[in-house]
Antibody, heavy 112, light 112 residues
């Protein structure tokens, strides 16, 4: 069964950094386009980033220049490096294979 | 960015009765490859989203056939032929024709 599992969410202070990981099962991340979508508490869904099989990446304006999406083919994971975090980055972060299969999410809280 | 507008934002429905949700995009969602990348997702309280419909009208694996999608260009509809108790939650349309991918605001389906 295709599965994605996110990890790395935590409480971090404004201006801090955090690295989220998404582990894939029963498929290869390098042959799929892997997305991150977030959901602030009580709010809707916001797409934030994608990495294509060829390695191209795209970002929402809200995270461009602060977040970096990369892939580790040897571990079959994708990683979201989040820098200069702000309180409005507080959300559940979901990893998704091709926007079809979704993980259960990992909570990032940015607060002092 | 493509703006996705859903109506209604709230839909009280009687069990066993039909329901429909509309989604309008600010631009055509037909990609240069000829595919229209419009999906519908469902999110129950406390759960991650799951895909119901992709590419306008294709049901995702395991989705009951009471769910159907239709539309073209900028106007799309999700229909539930007979609402069941497990259908409560929030429904989102999603466009992936152009980056950034964007979601509708969400429609909350509740039982009368």
């Amino acid at each position: 069964e295709v599965q994605v599992v996110e990890s790395g969410g935590d409480l971090v202070q404004p201006g801090g950094s955090l690295r989220l990981s998404c582990a894939a099962s029963e498929f290869t991340v390098s042959t799929n386009y892997m997305n991150w979508v977030r959901q602030a508490p009580g709010k809707g869904l916001e797409w934030i980033s994608v990495i294509y099989g060829g390695g191209d990446t795209y970002y929402a304006d809200s995270v461009k220049g602060r977040f970096t999406l990369s892939r580790d083919n040897s571990k079959n994971t994708v990683n979201l490096q989040m820098n200069s975090l702000r309180p409005d980055d507080t959300a559940v972060y979901y990893c998704s294979r091709s926007l079809y299969d979704w993980g259960r999410g990992t909570l990032v809280t940015v607060s002092s | 960015d493509i703006v996705m507008t859903q109506t209604p934002l709230s839909s009280p429905v009687t069990l066993g009765q039909p329901a429909s949700i509309s989604c309008r995009s600010s631009q055509s969602l037909e990609h240069s490859d000829g595919t229209t990348y419009l999906s519908w997702l469902h999110q129950r309280p406390g759960q991650p989203p799951r895909v119901l419909i992709y590419k306008i009208s294709n049901r995702f694996s395991g989705v009951p056939d009471r769910f159907s999608g239709s539309g073209a260009g900028t106007d799309f509809t999700l229909r539930i032929s007979r609402v069941e108790a497990e259908d409560v939650g929030v429904y989102y349309c999603l466009q992936a024709a152009q980056f950034p991918c964007t979601f509708g605001q969400g429609t909350k389906l509740e039982i009368k």
